[in-house]
């Protein structure tokens, strides 16, 4: 009976050790990104296709940050904050649909107008 108890002592130890170790590795790998991109209208107006949408570094950067959290907390969403008025509706509109053709869900993208700038679109990736 003893011997049951231990083994059950050891295989809970295990296992807190375990999971210990992924949260430490997920916490120290979360600290070492970045959590704002900033996209400029600049950067944005060169010819853009499939190719080179996931070239641009910013996007890739969001896109690549956005699965790897994803894996790990499904209801982490990409935050576009755009410049207010109708030129910054449809630049994060387009945006957004690139971002839908490369994968992601429109259920993981919010929109919300006020990124400071008129020339500029603030990405961030928050839970929700």
Not at 100 to 117: F, K, N, T
Request: net charge negative; hydrophobic share 45%; charged share 15%.
């Amino acid at each position: 009976m003893k011997m049951i108890r231990f083994s059950h002592l050891f295989f809970f130890l295990s296992v807190v050790t375990f999971v210990h170790l992924i949260y430490a590795s997920v916490a120290s790998a979360a600290i070492n990104q970045p959590s704002e991109w900033l996209l400029s209208s600049e950067q944005w107006e060169l010819n853009r296709t499939g190719n080179s949408i996931i070239r641009m570094p910013v996007l890739n950067q969001v896109v690549n940050n956005w699965i790897k959290r994803f894996e790990i907390e499904p209801n982490v969403k990409i935050e576009l904050q755009y410049p207010g008025g109708e030129d910054g509706e449809v630049w994060v509109q387009e945006l957004a649909d690139w971002l839908v053709s490369l994968g992601i869900p429109s259920s993981s993208i919010q929109m919300m107008p006020g990124s400071g700038s008129d020339d500029m679109i603030k990405l961030s990736l928050v839970q929700s």
